[in-house]
């Protein structure tokens, strides 16, 4: 029969191990320096990791996104056309800030 485990290792990563065992009672050890999860707190803090993820990839975003546009404002401010700041920089102004 397999059994799921679940552990947060020392390093702070989350694993998720399917195991073959004899019966449901079989004690699995754990990793060296792994703390045992139950699956409700295996999602949860799963959950927490994909948001804190998921933020830290927008505010990168966010952060590259600043720095293309302070680029580009200071190439116009430099007098460099529109089209060659928007290329140097990588940045495209929205639509309707460019009308």
Same mark, same amino acid.
């Given at each position: 029969?397999?059994?799921?485990?679940?552990?947060?290792?020392?390093? *702070?990563?989350?694993? !998720?191990?399917?195991?073959?065992?004899?019966? #449901?009672? !079989?004690?699995?050890?754990? =990793?060296? *320096?792994?703390?045992?999860?139950?699956?409700?707190?295996?999602?949860? #803090?799963?959950?927490?990791?994909?948001?804190?993820?998921?933020?830290?990839?927008? $505010?990168?975003?966010?952060?590259?996104?600043?720095?293309?546009?302070?680029?580009?404002? $200071?190439? @116009?401010?430099?007098? @460099? =056309?529109?089209?060659?700041? /928007? /290329?140097?920089? *990588?940045?495209?102004?929205?639509?309707?800030?460019?009308?």
């Amino acid at each position: 029969m397999e059994k799921t485990l679940y552990y947060r290792l020392a390093s *702070g990563a989350l694993r !998720e191990v399917t195991v073959t065992v004899a019966d #449901e009672n !079989e004690q699995v050890p754990p =990793p060296a *320096g792994a703390t045992e999860l139950t699956e409700a707190e295996y999602q949860t #803090e799963l959950a927490a990791l994909q948001a804190a993820n998921a933020q830290l990839v927008a $505010d990168r975003r966010a952060a590259e996104t600043a720095a293309k546009q302070a680029a580009y404002e $200071d190439l @116009i401010a430099a007098g @460099i =056309p529109e089209a060659s700041a /928007q /290329q140097l920089s *990588g940045y495209r102004p929205p639509a309707e800030a460019a009308q």
